[in-house]
């Protein structure tokens, strides 16, 4: 039984860190995640993570393009069961 609970915090825990959505079939070129380019999706937890967090995760992302993130508006339960909710960003041209 003290597996089974530790078993759950370990996933608990998992649970917390939000990821950019790039999932890829194997052998396939295009990612079949919510992520391309120019648009940057998130998976995130709500009860875990903080809009500050997200914009750091996107800015990073959008600056390998040497663009910046421009928030877009969220999906609920559409990623997965532990990161239900994604926050979508667009990658802009500098000003």
Same mark, same amino acid.
């Given at each position: 039984m003290?597996?089974?609970?530790?078993?759950?915090?370990?996933?608990?825990?998992?649970?917390?860190?939000?990821?950019?959505?790039t999932?890829?079939e194997?052998? &396939?070129? !295009?990612?079949?995640?919510?992520? %391309? /380019?120019?648009?940057?999706?998130i998976?995130?937890?709500?009860?875990? =993570?903080?809009?500050?967090?997200? &914009?750091?995760?996107?800015d990073?992302?959008?600056?390998?393009?040497? %663009? &910046?993130?421009?928030?877009? /508006?969220?999906? &609920?339960?559409?990623c =997965?069961?532990f !990161?239900p909710? =994604?926050?979508?960003?667009?990658?802009k041209?500098?000003?």
């Open positions: 003290k597996h089974f609970y530790l078993f759950g915090i370990i996933l608990a825990i998992a649970g917390c860190s939000p990821f950019i959505d999932r890829r194997a052998g &396939q070129i !295009w990612p079949v995640g919510q992520s %391309r /380019p120019d648009r940057i999706a998976c995130y937890n709500g009860l875990f =993570t903080d809009a500050d967090e997200l &914009q750091a995760m996107a990073d992302a959008c600056a390998l393009l040497e %663009r &910046q993130a421009v928030r877009a /508006p969220d999906a &609920q339960f559409n =997965t069961f !990161w909710s =994604t926050a979508f960003f667009d990658c041209a500098k000003d």
